[in-house]
Nanobody, 122 residues
Framework: QLQASGGGLVQAGGSLRLSCAASGRTFSNYAMGWFRQAPGKSREFVAAISGNGGSTYYADSVKGRFTISRGNAKNTVYLQMNSLRSEDTAVYYC?????????????????WGQGTQVTVSS
């Protein structure tokens, strides 16, 4: 089970930190990802992190602004979002997948959280 939190309303240029708490399985056996879905658009990849946290992956649109990290002792993955823009407005979802395979495709993620709304006002 995945529980995302930390969304909210922020002005452009501001920051938010999303959290995703996992339960029920051995957390370090799973890669974790963040995806987002804006109204009328398909769900898109934002960032991902390997099971041990040693490798991270980002969409070009967020590279240099967002940072994904994980605390395996707390079974939690984080997404620090800085320099937010209006185009970052979306519902953000955390997801988990096995350690093999591509990190970017939403179709390879087996477990999904419920989503948290991020709204950036310009």
């Amino acid at each position: 089970q995945l529980q995302a939190s930390g969304g909210g309303l922020v002005q452009a240029g501001g920051s938010l930190r999303l959290s995703c708490a996992a339960s029920g399985r051995t957390f370090s056996n799973y890669a974790m990802g963040w995806f987002r879905q804006a109204p009328g658009k398909s769900r898109e990849f934002v960032a991902a992190i390997s099971g041990n946290g040693g490798s991270t992956y980002y969409a070009d649109s967020v590279k240099g602004r967002f940072t994904i990290s994980r605390g395996n002792a707390k079974n939690t993955v984080y997404l620090q979002m800085n320099s937010l823009r209006s185009e970052d407005t979306a519902v953000y979802y955390c997801a988990a997948k096995t350690l093999s395979g591509d990190y970017y495709s939403k179709f390879l993620y087996h477990y999904w959280g419920q989503g948290t709304q991020v709204t950036v006002s310009s």
